[in-house]
Protein backbone atom coordinates (compact mmCIF):
# COMPACT_ATOMS: atom_id res chain seq x y z
CA UNK A 1 0.00 0.00 0.00
CA UNK A 2 0.83 3.19 -1.14
CA UNK A 3 1.57 5.40 2.12
CA UNK A 4 3.04 8.89 2.49
CA UNK A 5 3.47 10.68 5.30
CA UNK A 6 4.37 14.31 5.93
CA UNK A 7 5.81 15.95 9.13
CA UNK A 8 7.07 19.27 10.07
CA UNK A 9 4.59 21.73 10.01
CA UNK A 10 4.10 24.57 12.49
CA UNK A 11 3.68 27.82 13.33
CA UNK A 12 6.93 30.04 12.73
CA UNK A 13 7.14 33.89 12.35
CA UNK A 14 7.05 35.70 9.22
CA UNK A 15 10.95 35.81 8.02
CA UNK A 16 11.41 32.21 9.70
CA UNK A 17 12.33 28.76 8.46
CA UNK A 18 10.65 25.70 8.52
CA UNK A 19 11.93 21.97 6.92
CA UNK A 20 8.80 19.55 6.02
CA UNK A 21 9.66 16.05 5.21
CA UNK A 22 7.61 12.96 3.66
CA UNK A 23 8.34 9.43 4.49
CA UNK A 24 7.29 7.36 1.40
CA UNK A 25 6.48 3.56 1.46
CA UNK A 26 4.39 1.09 -0.21
CA UNK A 27 6.98 1.47 -3.48
CA UNK A 28 9.84 2.37 -5.50
CA UNK A 29 10.53 5.61 -4.11
CA UNK A 30 13.36 5.95 -6.75
CA UNK A 31 11.49 5.63 -9.45
CA UNK A 32 8.79 8.86 -9.57
CA UNK A 33 9.22 12.34 -9.66
CA UNK A 34 7.41 14.02 -6.64
CA UNK A 35 6.33 17.37 -5.69
CA UNK A 36 4.63 19.64 -2.88
CA UNK A 37 1.06 20.97 -3.28
CA UNK A 38 -0.27 23.33 -0.87
CA UNK A 39 -3.52 24.90 -0.09
CA UNK A 40 -4.07 27.72 1.96
CA UNK A 41 -7.00 27.89 4.44
CA UNK A 42 -10.30 27.79 2.12
CA UNK A 43 -8.32 28.37 -1.02
CA UNK A 44 -7.38 26.45 -4.26
CA UNK A 45 -4.69 23.42 -4.64
CA UNK A 46 -1.16 25.72 -5.99
CA UNK A 47 1.54 23.63 -7.50
CA UNK A 48 4.82 24.72 -5.44
CA UNK A 49 7.63 22.06 -6.07
CA UNK A 50 8.33 19.21 -7.90
CA UNK A 51 11.74 16.76 -8.03
CA UNK A 52 13.03 14.67 -11.02
CA UNK A 53 14.04 10.77 -9.81
CA UNK A 54 17.45 11.08 -9.31
CA UNK A 55 17.24 14.67 -8.04
CA UNK A 56 18.59 16.12 -11.21
CA UNK A 57 16.10 18.61 -12.31
CA UNK A 58 13.67 20.76 -9.78
CA UNK A 59 10.96 23.14 -10.46
CA UNK A 60 9.54 25.83 -8.59
CA UNK A 61 6.44 27.90 -8.59
CA UNK A 62 7.48 31.87 -9.08
CA UNK A 63 6.43 32.85 -5.84
CA UNK A 64 9.02 30.42 -3.50
CA UNK A 65 12.06 30.59 -6.12
CA UNK A 66 14.69 31.47 -4.18
CA UNK A 67 13.12 30.91 -0.99
CA UNK A 68 12.11 27.23 -1.15
CA UNK A 69 14.66 23.93 -1.94
CA UNK A 70 13.44 20.55 -2.62
CA UNK A 71 15.20 17.68 -1.95
CA UNK A 72 15.27 13.66 -1.63
CA UNK A 73 16.87 11.25 -0.66
CA UNK A 74 15.81 7.81 -1.78
CA UNK A 75 18.22 5.65 0.12
CA UNK A 76 15.38 7.05 3.11
CA UNK A 77 12.36 6.96 0.83
CA UNK A 78 12.59 10.66 1.75
CA UNK A 79 10.85 14.08 0.26
CA UNK A 80 11.70 17.57 1.91
CA UNK A 81 11.29 21.06 1.33
CA UNK A 82 13.38 23.41 2.64
CA UNK A 83 11.52 26.95 3.36
CA UNK A 84 13.12 29.90 4.44
CA UNK A 85 11.97 33.35 4.51
CA UNK A 86 8.21 32.36 5.27
CA UNK A 87 5.91 35.12 5.00
CA UNK A 88 1.90 35.24 5.69
CA UNK A 89 0.99 34.15 2.47
CA UNK A 90 2.61 30.79 2.75
CA UNK A 91 0.29 29.88 5.19
CA UNK A 92 -1.13 26.51 4.11
CA UNK A 93 -1.31 22.77 4.06
CA UNK A 94 1.43 21.35 2.43
CA UNK A 95 0.79 17.70 0.79
CA UNK A 96 3.34 15.51 -0.70
CA UNK A 97 2.23 13.83 -4.30
CA UNK A 98 3.74 10.98 -5.66
CA UNK A 99 4.43 12.47 -9.57
CA UNK A 100 4.55 10.24 -12.65
CA UNK A 101 7.18 7.51 -13.57
CA UNK A 102 7.38 9.24 -16.90
CA UNK A 103 6.10 12.86 -17.03
CA UNK A 104 5.66 15.50 -13.81
CA UNK A 105 1.70 15.64 -14.44
CA UNK A 106 -0.01 13.41 -12.18
CA UNK A 107 -0.72 13.04 -8.80
CA UNK A 108 -1.61 9.50 -8.05
CA UNK A 109 -1.36 9.54 -4.62
CA UNK A 110 -1.36 12.28 -1.72
CA UNK A 111 -0.18 12.79 2.11
CA UNK A 112 -2.28 13.68 4.84
CA UNK A 113 -1.09 16.85 5.14
CA UNK A 114 1.01 19.45 7.13
CA UNK A 115 -0.43 22.54 8.12
CA UNK A 116 2.18 25.44 8.72
CA UNK A 117 1.01 28.66 9.78
CA UNK A 118 3.31 31.28 9.27
CA UNK A 119 2.35 34.53 11.95
CA UNK A 120 3.79 36.45 14.19
CA UNK B 1 1.25 32.00 -14.01
CA UNK B 2 -2.65 32.58 -13.55
CA UNK B 3 -4.61 29.48 -12.48
CA UNK B 4 -6.75 27.68 -14.90
CA UNK B 5 -10.10 28.99 -14.39
CA UNK B 6 -13.08 26.95 -13.51
CA UNK B 7 -16.79 27.69 -12.60
CA UNK B 8 -16.97 28.18 -8.62
CA UNK B 9 -20.19 26.03 -8.63
CA UNK B 10 -21.66 23.35 -10.41
CA UNK B 11 -24.65 21.57 -8.97
CA UNK B 12 -27.50 18.41 -10.16
CA UNK B 13 -29.85 16.27 -8.89
CA UNK B 14 -29.09 13.11 -7.97
CA UNK B 15 -29.03 11.02 -11.35
CA UNK B 16 -28.13 13.83 -13.96
CA UNK B 17 -25.29 14.68 -15.20
CA UNK B 18 -22.62 17.41 -14.78
CA UNK B 19 -20.07 18.66 -16.76
CA UNK B 20 -17.25 20.97 -15.00
CA UNK B 21 -14.97 23.40 -17.52
CA UNK B 22 -11.21 24.06 -16.80
CA UNK B 23 -10.09 26.61 -19.21
CA UNK B 24 -6.53 27.76 -19.79
CA UNK B 25 -4.08 28.78 -23.17
CA UNK B 26 -2.40 26.86 -25.38
CA UNK B 27 0.94 27.09 -22.97
CA UNK B 28 -0.81 24.34 -20.84
CA UNK B 29 -4.23 22.93 -21.52
CA UNK B 30 -4.11 23.08 -25.13
CA UNK B 31 -0.22 22.79 -25.28
CA UNK B 32 -0.01 19.35 -23.56
CA UNK B 33 -2.16 16.12 -23.01
CA UNK B 34 -1.88 16.07 -19.45
CA UNK B 35 -5.00 17.51 -17.77
CA UNK B 36 -5.45 15.72 -14.63
CA UNK B 37 -8.98 16.31 -12.21
CA UNK B 38 -8.93 15.87 -8.21
CA UNK B 39 -11.75 15.47 -6.22
CA UNK B 40 -11.49 16.71 -2.36
CA UNK B 41 -14.23 16.19 0.03
CA UNK B 42 -13.74 18.83 2.60
CA UNK B 43 -10.76 18.10 5.19
CA UNK B 44 -9.38 15.25 3.07
CA UNK B 45 -6.56 15.09 0.82
CA UNK B 46 -7.23 15.21 -2.73
CA UNK B 47 -7.57 11.87 -5.16
CA UNK B 48 -6.93 11.45 -8.87
CA UNK B 49 -9.91 10.91 -10.63
CA UNK B 50 -8.51 11.83 -14.23
CA UNK B 51 -5.24 11.72 -15.74
CA UNK B 52 -3.92 12.56 -18.92
CA UNK B 53 -7.15 13.86 -20.20
CA UNK B 54 -9.13 11.11 -20.26
CA UNK B 55 -7.94 7.98 -17.85
CA UNK B 56 -9.56 6.36 -15.25
CA UNK B 57 -7.13 5.34 -12.67
CA UNK B 58 -8.37 1.45 -11.22
CA UNK B 59 -10.89 2.06 -8.72
CA UNK B 60 -12.65 5.78 -10.29
CA UNK B 61 -16.06 4.29 -11.42
CA UNK B 62 -16.72 4.93 -15.15
CA UNK B 63 -19.29 7.52 -14.32
CA UNK B 64 -16.41 10.13 -14.27
CA UNK B 65 -14.96 11.13 -17.74
CA UNK B 66 -12.60 13.74 -19.33
CA UNK B 67 -12.20 14.95 -22.86
CA UNK B 68 -10.54 18.11 -24.05
CA UNK B 69 -11.31 20.59 -26.93
CA UNK B 70 -8.36 23.22 -27.88
CA UNK B 71 -7.77 25.29 -24.51
CA UNK B 72 -10.63 23.99 -22.52
CA UNK B 73 -10.69 20.36 -20.51
CA UNK B 74 -14.14 19.00 -18.96
CA UNK B 75 -15.11 16.93 -16.42
CA UNK B 76 -18.50 15.10 -16.76
CA UNK B 77 -19.69 13.50 -13.79
CA UNK B 78 -23.22 10.95 -15.05
CA UNK B 79 -25.69 9.27 -12.43
CA UNK B 80 -24.90 11.73 -10.01
CA UNK B 81 -24.18 10.00 -6.61
CA UNK B 82 -24.55 12.02 -3.22
CA UNK B 83 -20.88 10.95 -2.48
CA UNK B 84 -19.99 12.76 -5.73
CA UNK B 85 -20.46 15.83 -3.68
CA UNK B 86 -17.03 17.53 -3.20
CA UNK B 87 -14.59 20.38 -5.16
CA UNK B 88 -12.85 19.70 -7.93
CA UNK B 89 -9.53 20.83 -9.18
CA UNK B 90 -8.30 20.21 -12.59
CA UNK B 91 -4.45 20.45 -13.77
CA UNK B 92 -2.30 20.61 -16.35
CA UNK B 93 1.18 20.90 -17.34
CA UNK B 94 2.72 24.26 -18.23
CA UNK B 95 6.00 23.26 -19.80
CA UNK B 96 9.29 23.39 -18.06
CA UNK B 97 8.44 20.60 -15.14
CA UNK B 98 5.53 22.77 -13.75
CA UNK B 99 2.09 22.51 -13.13
CA UNK B 100 -0.42 24.69 -12.47
CA UNK B 101 -4.10 23.75 -11.10
CA UNK B 102 -7.53 25.33 -11.76
CA UNK B 103 -9.21 27.44 -9.10
CA UNK B 104 -11.54 24.31 -7.97
CA UNK B 105 -15.70 23.58 -8.62
CA UNK B 106 -17.54 22.99 -5.98
CA UNK B 107 -20.19 20.09 -7.25
CA UNK B 108 -23.44 20.42 -4.90
CA UNK B 109 -25.64 17.37 -5.52
CA UNK B 110 -29.14 18.68 -5.16
Known amino acids: EVQLVESGGGLVQPGGSLRLSCAASGFTFSTYWMSWVRQAPGKGLEWVANIKQDGSEKSYVDSVKGRFTISRDNAKNSLYLQMNTLRAEDTAVYYC?????????????WGQGTLVTVSS | QSALTQPPSASGSPGQSVTISCTGT?????????VSWYQQHPGKAPKLMIYEVSKRPSGVPDRFSGSKSGNTASLTVSGLQAEDEADYYCSSYAGSNSLIFGGGTKLTVL
Open chain 2, 26 to 34: SSDVGGYNY
Open chain 1, 97 to 109: ARDSSTWPATFDF
